[in-house]
Structure formats: C-alpha cells, structure tokens
C-alpha cells in the first residue's frame, strides 16, 4: 500500500485527467451536434415567418386567401326521396313527351339504378339514369340528382342514340352503355362482356 502523500497523488491524478477526458468528450459531442435548447430557451416562431425564412426569394401566399375547392356539379350529398310510384309516372311521362317506349326507358333505368335516384356508380355516374357529369352538362342538366332533371336528360340522350342508329334499339342500347363511337367503330354491339351482359339484361326486361 502506498503511503498517503503518494497515494493523494495518485488518486488526484487521476481525477484530473478524468475531468479533462470528460472535456474533452464535451467539446467533441458539442462540436458534432450543438446542444439543444430548453423549453424556455425556445421561441416557436409563426408560420408564416417560417415559410418567409425558407423561400426568401419567392412569393410567400397568403394562407386565409387560398381560393376555396372547385364547385362540384350537382350535389353529391343531396337525398331525394321519391317513391318508386312517383319515379315509374315520371318514366312514363318523359317518355311519352320524347316518343320513346316508356317500357324500354323503365327497363333502362332498372339497370342503370334500380329505381335508386341517388345512385352512384364509382366512375361518379349519378341519379336514376346514371348520368355522366360531361353527358348531363352536354345535354343542358343542371342538377343530375334532380329525378325530373335526370330523367329528362337520360330520355333525351337514348333518343338521340336511336337516331343515329337508325331506331336500332340494341345498338342504341349498346351506345347508351359504351358510348357511340364504340358501336360505330365495330358496327354492332362492342365486344366488351359488361356492355353485351347489359344489353341482353335490359332486352329480357323489355321483351
């Protein structure tokens, strides 16, 4: 065992080089990452000075005056409460003002919706007739989800198939589905299962 002047020397050697180690790590770490400031050392700055902080040199936009979403055509939450007596009278009526077989326009729109007038199919077709929202604003609908409306719209537009196809119903009903310019393009009902599968649904229906 040392005696104590040389064991005091030992021991505080020791420390001392213990602490300047310790410094020495300090010094490291603190140079590497800079310590991170208190809670009250902080001061969240506003949003706005951030955004103008990090893009000096652009234009920082006004939050409060963003331009509110697009005006969505037609109103996707509006429920219409019609019975299905009401709906069948109103096929009727439409079809009798627009020469159609109102029996053909009810098979139609049984297909289309089931009688639902807030149908609304994943591609975003809507109402009884299963309406586009291009075909409805084409064919002067302003409220798709309006029975009258979409009836009358749906009405005008498998007229006007019948037309062009010379008061074919199949193709007439094959374009309503498909579009015209795919009937046209094969000259008969597009080989597509879905639209053939329609067209012999609606002609059991109406037959």
Do not use: C
Not at 38 to 52: S, W
């Amino acid at each position: 065992m040392f005696n104590p002047r040389i064991q005091n020397y030992i021991n505080n050697s020791g420390e001392a080089q213990a602490k300047v180690r310790i410094m020495e790590l300090e010094n490291y770490v603190s140079s590497v990452a800079p310590p991170v400031k208190t809670e009250t050392e902080v001061k969240a700055k506003p949003f706005i000075d951030v955004l103008k902080a990090s893009a000096p040199q652009e234009k920082v936009f006004d939050l409060s005056k963003v331009d509110k979403p697009p005006t969505v055509f037609g109103s996707l939450t509006k429920k219409t409460n019609w019975s299905k007596d009401q709906i069948l009278d109103l096929i009727d009526k439409t079809s009798e003002k627009y020469g159609l077989d109102s029996k053909l326009v009810r098979a139609l729109v049984r297909q289309e919706s089931g009688f639902n007038p807030n149908a609304k199919s994943h591609a975003g077709a809507m109402g009884l007739m299963q309406l586009m929202p291009k075909t409805a604003e084409g064919l002067g609908v302003q409220d798709p989800w309006n029975p009258v409306e979409n009836v009358e719209g749906g009405v005008k537009y498998l007229k006007s198939m019948l037309k062009r196809f010379n008061g074919n119903v199949v193709l007439a009903l094959a374009a309503y589905n498909a579009g015209p310019n795919a009937v046209s393009k094969y000259n008969a009902v597009p080989p597509y299962k879905e639209t053939q599968n329609y067209v012999k649904s609606i002609l059991a229906q109406y037959l």
